[in-house]
């Protein structure tokens, strides 16, 4: 049930399997949830403009049945991204979402 969405104006990002990998890997490290059910997204060449420029720029969306906590997985995951993007960590966007267990569903039913 956790989700990592990674969506940059960037189209220039090495070896994105690696990269949705570690994302799923750490994502169910930092909720404790088996990486069974994490799923990682990542989206490339999404127009955007941060700032007032189109200088590449990242939006991170992070949503779980509980086990969020976005300070800790604001720095973690925006210092990861920044480093394997390149993209700066200040022109990053985390928005955390804990959804309820019965509005998230998988294998033709809900959590909750």
């Known amino acids: 049930m956790p989700l990592i969405n990674v969506r940059t104006s960037s189209s220039d990002i090495a070896k994105p399997e ?19 059910y994490v799923m990682a997204l990542l989206e490339t060449s999404v127009p955007m403009v941060f700032s007032g420029s189109d200088t590449p720029c990242c939006y ?11 300070s800790e997985m604001s720095a973690f995951f925006c210092n990861m991204v920044s480093s394997k993007t390149g993209i700066p960590s200040e022109r990053i966007y985390i928005r955390f979402e804990d959804i309820p267990a019965k509005y998230w569903g998988w294998d033709g039913r809900t959590f909750g």
Request: positive net charge; proline residues 7%.
């Open 60 to 70: 991170i969306e992070i949503k779980s049945i509980g086990a969020i906590n976005p």
């Open 18 to 36: 690696l990269l949705l990998k570690e994302l799923s890997k750490e994502l169910a490290n930092m909720t404790g949830k088996p990486e069974k």
